[in-house]
């Protein structure tokens, strides 16, 4: 079930979904309010109340303030003491409504008058003193301010006029036991204007504590910072002002831990929906990081982490973890004012885009918006500004945006490039000196939703690391963009120098060394990118020739030229046709593949020519990171040269069939892929049967080895033999089964154990019904007498019927010609010859007659027959052109007269 977005569940404040939002909104000043002017959100009580969450530390403030003003007893001074934009100032607006207008909203406060254990609101006085809205030089120090809103200035006029701290007497004076509460804010900012007489301020705040501390029902409450942004001077100051509220006071914080989570959700948010649909998401999420465990931090496994989900809803946690832990720790961030105003930014433009995730997580800040970058961006330098818009966000143009337009489907839906690249950005800074960055767990959880798959994230981050000019990595894997350029920017400039011949060249040299892998077998000889069809010869061994990227296999096949290229390939070998087309495949790159073939080399050339500059300055860290690129690299292009070349094309039936390998995994070679396929449809083989042999190769009473390997290497019907071993190793196993016999020499061999090492080409296998009865074979000695004791008109007759061929009687009247001392000076033969005996032929009879000095002139009559008829190309473009190349003359080739063509 697809979780509902947040935008549909939520209603965000009026002034937050608007496209004008007033920042001055989360700008609280006691001054203002005080003086009825700024937002109404401050100055109107039951606005104010309304928007305000109690927390415990606020109620706790409160509810001290109210027993001690109703004379219940109680600490007498107050410190609310927060980093800047803590809570501080808010806290001191709450208890100046709370108590100088109440009673316009008692109903809000009924927890608070819980607490305090009173009934109603007392009646008290409220003195103020902003030391930022002060003059130190012509206007009232708070001794003259506190005397003037208490109606009594005239008492400590002359010491107000002459900067000049009034004793506690005068103090106890002007309090006069009555109910009175005593706001103070911002006094180490006025500590420090009021330098020329700081010694007679620190002497106030002194006696004023001194003198509270014994009225009943009256309080003071001070703010302190933890820190000013006023360097020496400030610290000076900020340290008196704390030896001396430290000696009476006591500490209140405003807002801690989770409660924030409650303080953001009521300031931003109208409505925060229905429990039910907020519980359906963080369920969902939890059960997400629970089926992670080791992908991600521990602490999101536990029950506890759930809950604080439910609180942050509709943010993810880490989203205002990041903000408190490592941007409130800019002097000037004003931590719960500017983590108030950096979300409502985000949420508004996220809430106007109608954002569907079920969660905004730190993948979601909009850094393309001005104003949300812009909070960013005065606390780190406007150097930054380059960073966003180089690698994470520039309408669609930053190289982070530009990755997943590339990588399209689920990274572009869901923004992933720029999510992972604006959630290391988040997490890249810190103000306290805090490691900056993000480990690849913390990363995952900014990132991470139900409808996103985990590896996906991973791919997309190698890519990020790949291409962007700003990011880091550093030993420990921790990421983080830094304005200084990365190795990326370098490698990128050097891919510039790059050109497409030395890619080529390169890519050649990586196709080169694969087909010499290490440890392959080489059942394959591998031809590369042959321009002409010589160069690829006619042996019978089988070979892969692999066409050059002129020759892609594009959308509808290839080109005509190519096409015309690959054909001529397997028809000739030089001028000559090919006779053996069953040992050639033809293996073609896929067009839509090249270009990253070409990137990854274009990178490797830029990576080697980086290392090989040893001018270059860079890191030793920078320096490994480019070996190891360097080795991953040269590994991307091994893998995807092997992935590109998928088109695999056999000559069959008079033309190419093309076939597309299988999907292949990473350590896979080009030469394994296709023997893979071949071996996986019976096309290649590491192992004949003996019957198959017989019926498919040997067909007439008998072969040599050579004639039979021949016919595996020329007939496309056939299987190509893994080597010649193969075959081998069937012929020993047919006799020794006694399924054919074999002759090695003038041995014949028939059910006995045959060394397939000992089977050269000459060796004849011969048909079980074609072997001699043993009792009428001949041996070998008897032969060699027999023969020897022929006349010499009588010799070659005798080699030829030893080779089970037929001399015809004519032939031998005519060998009965002139005979002079023993010697013919004509001879002529007509005989018949199993086609399988051709070499024999040309050893036994043709070359000893040569050797004899006879001029020959040998006339061929052949005769052919097919139950399935022979194809018309196979007698012209192949019988007929042999005999006219080898310069032949054909005196007649057709049909047998009486017989009609198939």
């Keep these: 079930m697809k979780l509902k977005a947040w935008t549909e569940v939520v209603v965000p404040r009026g002034d937050v979904r608007g496209d004008g939002l007033d920042q001055g909104v989360f700008a609280a000043d006691l001054a203002d309010v005080v003086a009825n002017r700024g937002p109404i959100e401050y100055r109107d009580p039951r606005l104010f109340f309304q928007g305000t969450y109690f927390t415990n530390g606020l109620r706790s403030l409160a509810s001290t303030v109210l027993k001690r003003l109703s004379g219940r007893g109680g600490?007498?001074?107050?410190?609310?003491?927060?980093?800047?934009?803590?809570?501080?100032?808010?806290?001191?607006?709450?208890?100046?409504?709370?108590?100088?207008?109440?009673?316009?909203?008692?109903?809000?406060?009924?927890?608070?008058?819980?607490?305090?254990?009173?009934?109603?609101?007392?009646?008290?006085?409220?003195?103020?003193?902003?030391?930022?809205?002060?003059?130190?030089?012509?206007?009232?120090?708070?001794?003259?301010?506190?005397?003037?809103?208490?109606?009594?200035?005239?008492?400590?006029?002359?010491?107000?006029?002459?900067?000049?701290?009034?004793?506690?007497?005068?103090?106890h004076q002007l309090l006069q036991n009555r109910p009175v509460l005593i706001l103070m804010d911002?006094?180490?900012?006025?500590?420090?204007?009021?330098?020329?007489?700081?010694?007679?301020?620190?002497?106030?705040?002194?006696?004023?504590?001194e003198a509270v501390k014994v009225t009943p029902s009256s309080i003071l409450v001070v703010t302190l910072p933890s820190s000013v942004p006023y360097a020496e001077e400030g610290e000076m100051a900020l340290l008196e002002l704390q030896k001396i509220f430290g000696r009476v006071e006591n500490v209140k914080i405003p807002i801690q831990g989770e409660e924030v989570y409650e303080v953001i959700r009521r300031r931003l948010f109208e409505s925060i929906g229905s429990e039910e649909e907020r519980a359906n998401v963080v369920k969902a999420f939890f059960r997400m990081y629970q089926n992670h465990k080791n992908e991600l931090l521990p602490d999101v496994q536990e029950k506890a982490y759930q809950d604080r989900m439910l609180k942050a809803y509709p943010f993810h946690p880490e989203v205002i973890d990041v903000l408190f832990e490592r941007w409130s720790t800019f002097p000037d961030f004003q931590r719960t004012r500017g983590v108030l105003r950096l979300l409502a930014l985000v949420v508004g433009d996220l809430y106007r885009a109608k954002h569907q995730a079920p969660l905004i997580l730190p993948a979601h800040i909009n850094l393309g918006k001005a104003e949300i970058r812009a909070e960013f961006i005065?606390?780190?330098?406007?150097?930054?500004?380059?960073?966003?818009?180089?690698?994470?966000?520039?309408?669609?143009?930053?190289?982070?945006?530009?990755?997943?337009?590339?990588?399209?489907?689920?990274?572009?839906?869901?923004?992933?490039?720029?999510?992972?690249?604006?959630?290391?950005?988040?997490?890249?800074?810190?103000g306290s000196g805090k490691r900056p960055g993000v480990g690849i767990q913390r990363l995952r959880l900014g990132v991470l939703t139900p409808e996103v798959k985990l590896p996906l994230i991973g791919d997309v981050l190698k890519k990020l690391e790949d291409e962007l000019w700003y990011l880091h990595v550093d030993r420990e894997f921790y990421y983080l963009f830094q304005a200084k350029p990365n190795l990326n920017r370098i490698i990128a400039e050097r891919e510039e120098g790059v050109s497409s011949d030395a890619v080529e060249e390169e890519i050649r040299k990586c196709l080169e060394e694969e087909s010499k892998g290490k440890g392959k077998e080489k059942e394959f000889g591998v031809i590369l990118w042959p321009t002409d069809p010589q160069d690829v010869t006619d042996g019978p061994e089988p070979k892969l020739v692999l066409l050059s990227l002129e020759h892609t296999w594009r959308e509808k096949g290839l080109s005509t030229n190519s096409e015309r290229f690959a054909n001529?390939?397997?028809?000739?070998?030089?001028?000559?046709?090919?006779?053996?087309?069953?040992?050639?495949?033809?293996?073609?790159?896929e067009e839509n593949t090249i270009a990253r073939v070409q990137g990854a080399v274009k990178r490797y050339l830029a990576y080697r020519s980086i290392e090989e500059d040893k001018g270059l300055n860079l890191s030793e860290e920078q320096r490994k990171a480019v070996s190891r690129k360097l080795s991953d690299t040269k590994n991307e292009i091994t893998h995807q040269l092997a992935a590109a070349y998928a088109r695999l094309g056999k000559f069959k039936g008079g033309v190419i069939e093309w076939m597309k390998l299988e999907p292949m995994s990473t350590s896979t070679s080009i030469v394994d892929r296709v023997r893979n396929y071949l071996e996986k449809r019976d096309l290649m083989v590491r192992k004949l049967s003996p019957s198959y042999?017989?019926?498919?190769?040997?067909?007439?009473?008998?072969?040599?080895?050579?004639?039979?390997?021949?016919?595996?290497?020329?007939?496309?019907?056939?299987?190509?033999?893994?080597?010649?071993?193969?075959?081998?190793?069937?012929?020993?196993?047919?006799?020794?089964?006694?399924?054919?016999?074999v002759r090695l020499g003038e041995r014949i061999l028939f059910k006995e154990v045959v060394n397939p090492k000992d089977l050269?080409?000459?060796?004849?296998?011969?048909?079980?019904?074609?072997?001699?009865?043993?009792?009428?074979?001949?041996?070998?000695?008897?032969?060699?007498?027999?023969?020897?004791?022929?006349?010499?008109?009588?010799?070659?007759?005798?080699?030829?019927?030893?080779?089970?061929?037929?001399?015809?009687?004519?032939?031998?009247?005519?060998?009965?010609?002139?005979?002079?001392?023993?010697?013919?000076?004509?001879?002529?033969?007509?005989?018949v010859i199993p086609a399988g005996m051709l070499s024999h032929f040309a050893k036994g009879v043709l070359m000893p007659l040569q050797m004899a000095e006879a001029t020959i002139e040998l006339e061929i009559h052949l005769r052919a027959s097919s139950e399935v008829g022979i194809p018309l190309y196979v007698i012209k473009n192949q019988v007929e052109e042999t005999i006219r190349q080898i310069g032949g003359k054909i005196h007649y080739s057709g049909t047998p007269q009486g017989e009609g063509q198939s």
Aim: aromatic content about 6%.
């Design 75 to 171: 600490e007498a001074v107050l410190q609310i003491q927060t980093p800047f934009g803590g809570g501080k100032t808010h806290g001191l607006i709450a208890l100046y409504h709370l108590v100088k207008n109440g009673k316009a909203a008692e109903e809000l406060l009924s927890t608070v008058l819980e607490e305090a254990g009173i009934s109603s609101l007392p009646d008290a006085e409220v003195v103020t003193f902003v030391g930022t809205a002060a003059d130190a030089v012509g206007g009232r120090t708070p001794w003259g301010e506190l005397a003037a809103q208490l109606g009594n200035y005239a008492l400590l006029e002359t010491h107000d006029q002459k900067r000049l701290s009034p004793g506690k007497e005068l103090i």
């Design 186 to 209: 911002e006094l180490s900012e006025y500590a420090v204007k009021a330098r020329e007489f700081r010694s007679q301020l620190m002497a106030f705040f002194h006696e004023l504590t």
């Design 378 to 430: 005065r606390h780190i330098g406007q150097e930054y500004q380059a960073v966003i818009q180089s690698d994470i966000n520039q309408g669609g143009h930053a190289k982070a945006e530009k990755i997943e337009k590339r990588l399209g489907s689920e990274c572009a839906r869901y923004e992933l490039a720029s999510g992972i690249a604006r959630t290391i950005f988040f997490t890249s800074f810190s």
């Design 568 to 589: 001529s390939i397997l028809e000739k070998s030089g001028s000559a046709f090919r006779i053996r087309k069953n040992a050639v495949l033809l293996l073609v790159a």
């Design 693 to 741: 042999l017989l019926e498919k190769a040997i067909g007439e009473q008998e072969k040599t080895v050579g004639s039979i390997y021949e016919i595996f290497a020329s007939y496309t019907e056939l299987p190509i033999l893994k080597s010649k071993d193969v075959l081998l190793d069937a012929i020993a196993e047919g006799v020794q089964k006694g399924v054919f016999g």
């Design 760 to 831: 050269d080409d000459e060796a004849v296998v011969i048909q079980k019904a074609a072997l001699p009865q043993k009792q009428e074979a001949v041996q070998p000695e008897e032969a060699a007498k027999e023969v020897s004791s022929r006349s010499d008109s009588n010799l070659v007759d005798a080699q030829l019927m030893d080779r089970g061929g037929e001399v015809s009687q004519e032939s031998k009247a005519s060998s009965q010609g002139e005979v002079q001392r023993g010697r013919l000076k004509k001879y002529e033969l007509s005989a």
